[in-house]
């Protein structure tokens, strides 16, 4: 079976300081992968998505950027932090099938505070 | 531009109530609209939806597509207090498998 690992669950960081998130996959090969962010109450943000090894999709324009160096691994980083990046970060994979179940599954998020 | 509004924003029922969420999306070669619920952390998967008319159902839940009118409910039936969470929705498209997720619905069940 499929599981989707993130760390660290809970991340408090100063402003100016570098980021790093990471997201693993098991269970399958070549997942689109997502990372979305959630601020307080709101809906899923999607920020960069790939459908393979070094292909990056960036949906909206910040300081933060993504790199996915191996098929089942996904990093988000920053090399300066903004008190806006505060809020909860969600790594995710999807395969899709034609005429199949098109689902997406969640890792466990890392919920950031920016101080 | 691709979007999906969900109504209520949020709202407050007592056990044993119905509720009827909405969810209604705009997105350009729609695929598949999908409804989660999140709780504290990671949204868990409930239905996909993919033709007008056929209900799904799991238990207390159950939801429904229009295709023509480009909207989604998704029905809560004698709600309980494990029921309070977030309610997302996402509809995805023919492309590269991009989920457009709406802002949520954040449910209360009181006791």
């Known amino acids: 079976s499929q599981t989707i690992h993130q760390w660290p669950a809970t991340l408090v960081q100063p402003v100016g300081s570098p980021l790093s998130l990471e997201c693993t996959v098991e269970g399958t090969s070549n997942p689109n992968l997502y990372w979305y962010r959630q601020a307080a109450g709101r809906g899923l943000q999607l920020l960069f998505y790939s459908v393979g090894i070094g292909q990056i999709s960036s949906e909206v324009p910040q300081n933060l950027s993504a790199s996915r160096p191996q098929d089942r691994q996904f990093i988000l980083s920053s090399k300066k932090l903004l008190l806006s990046d505060s809020g909860f970060y969600l790594c995710a994979w999807s395969v899709l099938f034609s005429g199949s179940t098109d689902t997406q599954y969640f890792g466990p998020g890392t919920r950031l505070t920016v101080l | 531009e691709d979007k999906v509004v969900q109504s209520p924003l949020s709202l407050v029922v007592h056990e044993g109530d119905t509720v009827t969420l909405n969810c209604s999306y705009e997105v350009t070669n729609f695929r598949s609209l999908l409804w989660y619920k999140q709780e504290k952390k990671a949204p868990t998967f409930l239905f996909m939806l993919?033709?007008?008319?056929i209900e799904k159902k799991s238990g207390r839940l159950s939801s429904i597509l229009d295709k023509k009118e480009l909207f989604s409910i998704l029905n809560i039936t004698a709600t309980q207090t494990g029921d309070s969470a977030v309610y997302l929705c996402a509809a995805t498209t023919d492309s590269w498998g991009k989920f457009q997720f709406g802002a949520g619905t954040q449910v209360v069940v009181t006791p």
């Open positions: 993919t033709s007008s008319g």
